[in-house]
């Protein structure tokens, strides 16, 4: 159920259109919450009917023109009432963990140069993050809602950190492996 809650944080942010709540996933919100493209469309048609948002009445009515969306007071309602629940968090479920148990097994062909590219990958995620933390978090930014959203960049801050550490362990690992007999 997370993903309208998503859509409508980012429009009670912005109204917007659905291209450009795309491209703000794109950019943003998609760091932490992925959506595709049709599953935000999908999403916009059922908040609608829901009575959480509507289309805002276009400034000059042009065939094609796409719809802009905002919130009204039942979303609003329902996105304060989601955010206050409690929820317990979700058990890691990390497809590279599981396969370096796999090769425990079966042998690790294969996996030592992925878990390079992982490093390089999480290691362009953390630069990534920290400039934006750069650019939209300079020092006296702190009003109340800054601060949230600079906690949220954080987490991602630290969760790339973790994993740039933990791959460079599990490659100090590798290095001091003896030859698989397994292979």
């Not at 042009?62 to 309602?77: H, I, N």
């Not at 979700?90 to 590279?96: E, I, N, S, T």
């Not at 950190?161 to 492996?177: I, V």
């Amino acid at each position: 159920m997370s993903l309208p809650h998503a859509i409508l944080t980012a429009l009670l942010e912005k109204p917007s259109s659905g291209l450009e709540l795309t491209r703000r996933f794109d950019r943003s919100i998609g760091y932490f919450w992925s959506a595709t493209h049709q599953q935000i469309y999908r999403e916009l048609g059922k908040l609608e009917a829901e009575g959480f948002i509507r289309t805002l009445a276009a400034e000059q009515p042009t065939r094609g023109q796409k719809k802009s969306y905002e919130v009204l007071p039942a979303g609003r309602a329902e996105l304060a009432r989601w955010s206050a629940a409690s929820q317990d968090p979700k058990p890691l479920r990390d497809v590279m963990l599981l396969r370096l148990r796999a090769a425990a097994v079966v042998g690790t062909d294969g996996i030592e140069a992925d878990l390079r590219r992982h490093l390089d990958l999480h290691r362009q995620q953390l630069a990534e993050y920290e400039e934006i933390e750069k650019r939209d978090f300079p020092p006296g930014k702190d009003s109340p809602e800054d601060r949230l959203r600079h906690l949220v960049l954080q987490a991602g801050i630290d969760l790339e950190t973790f994993w740039t550490q933990w791959l460079t362990r599990a490659l100090e690992e590798f290095a001091d492996l003896p030859t698989d007999p397994r292979r």
